[in-house]
């Protein structure tokens, strides 16, 4: 006897404030499926009552996600179509989705991705930094050693940055990045799409004094460091001519043959064997 036909995953973005956020596509999906994951069933249930849609609804959070991914394979085995949402924007950014997005490409089930709002997007889209190449950390670890390695990630990278903080750790990780991002532009957008949405732009320093007590959801956005293309740029020279551009900076010989070492990607060892040789 020929098996049923496997269901399908509907991966469906939601609103990330403004209920009018949400396409066609999406309202027509939600009508149509057996059933509709949630991370949050009651904030679920207020978007639907909105729009009048009557579906199952059942709970598939970060705390419940291996035994729900389970469940839901199950019915998609079993030919029900399923969407996927998240208590805002889209599902597996920073969201549960992850783990029954990897179980249905093992059990060979179709995935559709439906578009729509997604807080780190539309941040980068109005924060006026470079928007052709950019790093999305998602949320910063807690683990001081794990945060120190992001932090120096920062630091190093040359590319606009971007990453969510809650409002009660935001002056603290303000306070962190002063040291590291002195002299580049930041952005803070906060509550985007809704009521007191908000662009705060300026160095780390003026941020921190315009933000007062912090409240709603955050985005940060940092301007890569520009310092470090004009370091990498320095391959250009010839070693010498790098040398004497240090020199003149008022490094001292170990340390030109560090910085000249890192900027063209070679062992340290190298560069001192040049100079020694001349």
Request: one cysteine or more; charged letters at 30%; glycine letters at 6%.
């Amino acid at each position: 006897m020929e098996s049923l036909k496997k269901g399908t995953l509907y991966v469906v973005a939601t609103p990330i404030g403004n209920l009018e956020d949400i396409t066609l596509r999406a309202l027509n999906v939600l009508k149509s499926v057996d059933l509709i994951a949630a991370e949050d069933t009651r904030h679920t249930l207020k978007l639907l009552n909105f729009y009048e849609i009557n579906k199952p609804l059942i709970s598939y959070h970060r705390h419940n996600e291996e035994v729900k991914s389970d469940l839901l394979i199950k019915k998609l085995i079993d030919g029900e179509d399923i969407a996927l949402v998240s208590d805002a924007g889209t599902p597996g950014i920073c969201d549960p989705g992850e783990e029954v997005i990897k179980k249905c490409i093992i059990e060979n089930i179709n995935i559709v991705p439906i578009p729509g709002a997604c807080a780190m997007i539309n941040s980068l889209i109005c924060s006026g930094l470079d928007t052709k190449e950019f790093y999305f950390m998602g949320f910063l670890p807690l683990n001081k050693k794990l945060r120190k390695v992001k932090m120096e990630e920062i630091k190093e990278s040359n590319k606009t940055i971007i990453f969510y903080e809650a409002p009660h750790k935001l002056l603290k990780t303000l306070e962190e990045l002063k040291g590291i991002v002195k002299g580049r532009k930041v952005v803070l957008a906060r509550e985007i799409t809704k009521i007191h949405e908000e662009f705060i732009r300026g160095s780390i320093e003026d941020i921190t004094d315009r933000i007062g007590e912090p409240k709603g959801e955050y985005v940060i956005l940092i301007e890569g460091n520009q310092d470090l293309e004009k370091e990498n740029n320095d391959v250009e020279l010839t070693l010498d001519e790098e040398y004497e551009k240090y020199l003149l900076q008022g490094l001292n010989k170990k340390e030109i043959i560090k910085k000249i070492a890192k900027n063209r990607g070679v062992n340290k060892n190298e560069i001192y064997q040049y100079f020694l040789d001349k």
